[in-house]
Nanobody, 120 residues
Framework: VQLQASGGGLVQAGGSLRLSCAASGRTFSSYAMGWFRQAPGKEREFVAS???????YYEGSVKGRFTISRDNVKNTVYLQMNSLKPEDTAVYYC???????????????WGQGTLVTVSS
């Protein structure tokens, strides 16, 4: 599975962005997909995941603000980010694996990352 993330940019606090991650390969619909982020000087952290059948899970600080979704026809996973805060500033990575989890080390496939900058 190859992943291509897009949609990052500069936004003011309180604004919204939608990230997309396009996947190649015929097995996309059977994979869990996730979003992680890495801020400067910090470790990569889990943001959200969606299982092959649509079950979702969120990191606490984004719950209620971010929504992960997937379109198995378009082989794309999305991360809708609302009410953005400066602390959401990071490079966002999409990931794919047979099993969803919050540990980035367990995910097999990674996109190249897209930068989200939230100004105060």
């Amino acid at each position: 599975v190859q992943l291509q993330a897009s949609g990052g940019g500069l936004v003011q606090a309180g604004g919204s962005l939608r990230l997309s991650c396009a996947a190649s390969g015929r097995t996309f619909s059977s994979y869990a997909m996730g979003w992680f982020r890495q801020a400067p000087g910090k470790e990569r952290e889990f943001v959200a995941s969606i299982s092959w059948n649509g079950g979702t899970y969120y990191e606490g600080s984004v719950k209620g603000r971010f929504t992960i979704s997937r379109d198995n026809v378009k082989n794309t996973v999305y991360l809708q980010m609302n009410s953005l805060k400066p602390e959401d500033t990071a490079v966002y990575y999409c990931a794919g694996d047979r099993w969803a989890g919050t540990d980035s080390r367990t995910w097999d496939y990674w996109g190249q990352g897209t930068l989200v900058t939230v100004s105060s």
